[in-house]
């Protein structure tokens, strides 16, 4: 079975401040990782995903993540937040059991406050 | 590219009346969408995943007669709550993926908030 584990759900950093969002995955197979933001009343919107190709992912609005497999962890960055950045973040695998239809599996969420 | 969109975006009713949910992939073709519920300062949960022209498959717990899902075209997907109960208040959030690969991302619609008084 796939799991994920956001440790963490909450975190505050100062406006232009080192952001860490801390995510690690169970899996059997090699996964497939992505990291979702949603604002409030909204949907889920993608920032990156990693597919076994570099682990070093670039995402939108400057957000990166890097899978390390001997971690098991795929934890987000940005160098400098802003204040918009504020915003809950999920982290999810894409279960590869047969006959699951490649659906996600999420963690529980940080929210993630920015102080000016 | 890749944009979803949901609606409606609220939707206020009394108890016992019947709600449809429409899940719209507007420039690409979902061959699999996804409905999930999202409590206050939760996660989302997995309902049913339904592919276009078959039958969804509901999540253990979720009642199938309750929430009817319909994917009639490789664009729409429906999600009809039946005789509404206030219980049924929450935060409705559909997805939409282009292929059957596991490796590619779902896009979301930004959800439907229902409220049954």
């Known amino acids: 079975a796939q799991s994920v584990t956001q440790l963490g759900s909450h975190v505050s950093v100062s406006e232009g401040a080192l952001v860490l969002l801390r995510c690690n995955y169970s899996?059997?197979?090699?996964?497939?990782l992505f990291w979702y933001v949603q604002y409030p009343n909204q949907g889920l919107q993608l920032l990156l995903k990693?597919?076994?190709?570099?682990?070093l992912v670039k995402g939108i609005n400057g957000f990166e993540a890097e899978f390390k497999k001997s971690e098991t962890s795929f934890h987000l960055t940005k160098p400098s937040a802003h204040m918009s950045d504020a915003a809950e973040y999920f982290c999810?695998?894409?279960?590869?059991?047969?006959?699951?239809?490649?659906?996600?599996?999420f963690g529980q969420g940080t929210e993630l406050s920015v102080k000016p | 590219g890749a944009v979803v969109s949901q609606h409606p975006s609220w939707v206020i009713c009394k108890s016992g009346t019947s709600v449809k949910i429409e899940c719209r992939s507007l420039?690409?073709?979902?061959?699999?969408m996804f409905w999930y519920r999202q409590f206050p300062k939760q996660s989302l949960m997995l309902m049913a995943t339904?592919?276009?022209?078959?039958?969804?498959?509901?999540e253990q717990g979720v009642e199938k007669d309750k929430f009817l899902i319909n994917h009639a075209s490789l664009t729409l997907s429906t999600l009809t709550v039946t005789s509404a109960h206030p219980e049924d208040s929450s935060f409705y959030i559909c997805?939409?993926?282009?292929?059957?690969?596991?490796?590619?991302?779902?896009?979301f619609g930004d959800g439907t908030r229902l409220s049954i008084l």
């Open positions: 997805s939409a993926r282009e292929g059957g690969q596991s490796n590619q991302p779902q896009h």
């Open positions: 899996s059997s197979v090699p996964p497939y």
């Open positions: 990693y597919t076994s190709a570099a682990t």
């Open positions: 999810a695998v894409s279960a590869l059991i047969y006959n699951q239809g490649g659906k996600l599996i």
């Open positions: 420039d690409f073709q979902a061959t699999t």
């Open positions: 339904s592919n276009e022209g078959s039958k969804a498959t509901y």
